[in-house]
C-alpha cells in the first residue's frame, strides 16, 4: 500500500526526510559546506556566535560561494547558539581550538540520537568534544579542500580535494553520505580516520612550521631538505610508536612531494601567522610532542622545533597555544 502524503523516489521507495544540517562556524569551510548542500537543495542552518553576527548575517541577505568567476548567493537561514530548536545533525567548523567550547554552548540542544561531524584539522579537539558528548557518535572528517573568505559573509572556493569521513570507534557507515553526493562534496568513508588524521598531522607538522620560521612558500622547503628529512624520520618513529604505522609509510616521499606540487603555495600555519591570526599549532605540533611527552618517547627534533615556533608566535604577539 502506497502512502501518498509521503514523499517518493523514483523507485517508488519512501524517501527518508532530509535531516537538516546544522553548520557551527560560519567561516571558510562552514560556508563552503552550508551553500554546496543549500545548492542541492538540503535543508541548511547556520549557527552564528551571537545576535550582532546575526544582524549582520541578515544585513548581508545570504552566504555568497565563489567558484572561479561564478558567484551565487544562497539565503540560508540563521540562527544564534541559544536558540532552543532540536539538533539531530551538526556538522562543527570552528577552528580546532574553538570546537570544543562552542559544542559545549549548543549540547543542550543535541537529540539523543545526533550525530556530530568534526571537520578540524590536526588531532585533540575531536577528542575534546567526543568526551564532551559521549552519549552522542562523532564522526570525524579530514578534508584537502582549500577555502577562504574574500569579506564577509563570502567565500573563494580555491582548491578542489576529497574529504574522508570516519567514526574513531569502528562504528557503521554514516546514513547520509549520498547527501554529499548529490552536494558534489567529493568524498570517501575511512575506516581508518584517525591514521588518515595523523599522516595529515605528520605532514603539516614537517611543512607548516619551517614555512612559518624561514618565511617562505612550501617550495622554499627544498633549501632546507636535511631538516625536512630528520622530521620526517623522527615522526615516522613517532606514528609507529603511537600504534600508526600505516600513517608513516613513506612519509618523507610524500612531504617532498607535497613540498613540489604547492611550492608556489603558502602553507596554512604561514597564512595564518602573516595575517596576525591564531595558529592551531597546539592541535598539530603540540599534539606531536605531547603525544611523545606523554608515552616517554624522545622527539628532540621536534620539541625544538615546537620551541622555535612558540617563541616565534610570541615574538609577534601571537597565542602559542
Ligand atoms: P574560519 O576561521 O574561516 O572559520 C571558523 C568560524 O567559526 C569563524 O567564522 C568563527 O567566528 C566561527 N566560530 C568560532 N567559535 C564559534 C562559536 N562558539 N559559535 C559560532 N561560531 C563560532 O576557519 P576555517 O578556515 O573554516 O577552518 C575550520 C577548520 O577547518 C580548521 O580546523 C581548519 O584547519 C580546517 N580546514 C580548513 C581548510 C580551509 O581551506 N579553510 C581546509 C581544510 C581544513
Ligand atoms: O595542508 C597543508 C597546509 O598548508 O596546511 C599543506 C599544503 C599540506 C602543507 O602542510
Not at 618565511?215 to 632546507?224: I, M, P
Amino acid at each position: 500500500m502506497r502512502n501518498s502524503a509521503l514523499p517518493h523516489t523514483h523507485s517508488d521507495v519512501p524517501a527518508r526526510a532530509s535531516t537538516t544540517w546544522h553548520v557551527l562556524g560560519a567561516g571558510s569551510m562552514g560556508m563552503l559546506w552550508a551553500t554546496r548542500l543549500a545548492r542541492a537543495g538540503l535543508p541548511v542552518k547556520l549557527i552564528v556566535r551571537n545576535c550582532e553576527r546575526l544582524q549582520a548575517y541578515k544585513a548581508a541577505r545570504g552566504l555568497t560561494l565563489i567558484e572561479g568567476e561564478e558567484s551565487q548567493k544562497w539565503n540560508i537561514r540563521a540562527q544564534i547558539p541559544e536558540n532552543g530548536e532540536p539538533i539531530q545533525r551538526l556538522l562543527v567548523t570552528c577552528k580546532a581550538y574553538d570546537a570544543q567550547q562552542a559544542v559545549a554552548q549548543i549540547a543542550a540542544r543535541l537529540t539523543p540520537d545526533a550525530e556530530i561531524i568534526l571537520l578540524q584539522n590536526g588531532l585533540g579537539s575531536q577528542q575534546a568534544v567526543a568526551a564532551l558528548v559521549p552519549h552522542i557518535r562523532c564522526i570525524f572528517a579530514s578534508s584537502t579542500e582549500g577555502a577562504f573568505r574574500d569579506g564577509d559573509w563570502r567565500v573563494v572556493f580555491a582548491g578542489r580535494g576529497h574529504t574522508w569521513l570516519g567514526d574513531a570507534d569502528q562504528g557503521t557507515i554514516a546514513q547520509w553520505l549520498d547527501e554529499l553526493q548529490r552536494s558534489g562534496i567529493d568524498h570517501e568513508w575511512s575506516p581508518n580516520i584517525l591514521s588518515r588524521l595523523w599522516r595529515k598531522l605528520a605532514l603539516n607538522c614537517a611543512i607548516n612550521p619551517l614555512t612559518v620560521l624561514y618565511d617562505c612558500r612550501n617550495g622554499g622547503l627544498q633549501a632546507h631538505s636535511a631538516e625536512v628529512h630528520t622530521l620526517c624520520a623522527e615522526l615516522s618513529a613517532l606514528l609507529e610508536h603511537c600504534g600508526q604505522a600505516g600513517a608513516a609509510v613513506g612519509l618523507a616521499t610524500e612531504v617532498d612531494r607535497v613540498i613540489r606540487a604547492t611550492a608556489n603555495n603558502y602553507s596554512s600555519m604561514h597564512q595564518d601567522v602573516a595575517h596576525g591570526r591564531r595558529t592551531e599549532i597546539s592541535y598539530l605540533l603540540g599534539y606531536a610532542c605531547e603525544a611523545a611527552r606523554s608515552s616517554q618517547f624522545a622527539v628532540p627534533h621536534l620539541q625544538h622545533l615546537h620551541q622555535r615556533l612558540t617563541e616565534h608566535l610570541q615574538q609577534r604577539g601571537l597565542p602559542c597555544n
